[in-house]
């Protein structure tokens, strides 16, 4: 299930410590979450090309998402839902930009949690226990994607500390 009814968002920045190019090569590559997502069990393809891309990320924990990547910017960055199958899905927003030398990721969540209620409800239990996990979530993923590129090797899992959702 497709959720459009988002009214919270998380978002994480951060330096790489690479090139725009090289960045895109990777996280548009068929399974690289195998390689550098912290949490990640598994990252199978169910379809990968031209047309469609879309995986299957198992988190260790063995939870298991879809992603359904939605709009493709070629070497800049993409949109992709995710979720559990036929369930609600939150939307991700993945951008690559630079500045001067310096390359930066920037991962945008709209989780689907709470999203069917009113932000005065919403609004502490976000604040307070969504949002600092989801930051640490994503703090987390962005720094193995450094890792995995500065170094040339796979993130030890649960490298920057274990996740209460994931781990």
């Not at 992603?67 to 609600?88: A, C, D, H, M, P």
């Not at 030398?101 to 919403?122: C, E, G, H, Q």
């Amino acid at each position: 299930m497709v959720n459009n009814n988002y009214n919270q968002l998380v978002t994480v920045t951060r330096k790489i410590n690479s090139t725009k190019e090289i960045l895109w090569k990777f996280i548009s590559s068929p399974g690289y979450l195998n390689k550098s997502h912290p949490f990640c069990k598994e990252n199978n393809i169910i379809s990968w090309n031209i047309n469609s891309h879309i995986d299957e990320l198992i988190y260790l924990n063995n939870l298991r998402y879809i992603r359904e990547f939605v709009l493709w910017k070629e070497g800049t960055g993409y949109t992709l839902q995710i979720g559990e199958s036929n369930k609600e899905k939150s939307k991700v927003k993945w951008n690559i930009s630079s500045s001067k030398n310096d390359t930066f990721l920037t991962i945008t969540v709209y989780p689907y949690f709470m999203a069917r209620y009113p932000k005065i409800i919403s609004f502490l239990p976000y604040e307070l226990y969504i949002k600092p996990k989801l930051r640490s979530y994503l703090n987390s993923v962005i720094k193995g994607i450094d890792w995995y590129l500065r170094r040339g090797e796979e993130v030890p899992r649960n490298r920057f500390g274990k996740h209460a959702w994931f781990s």
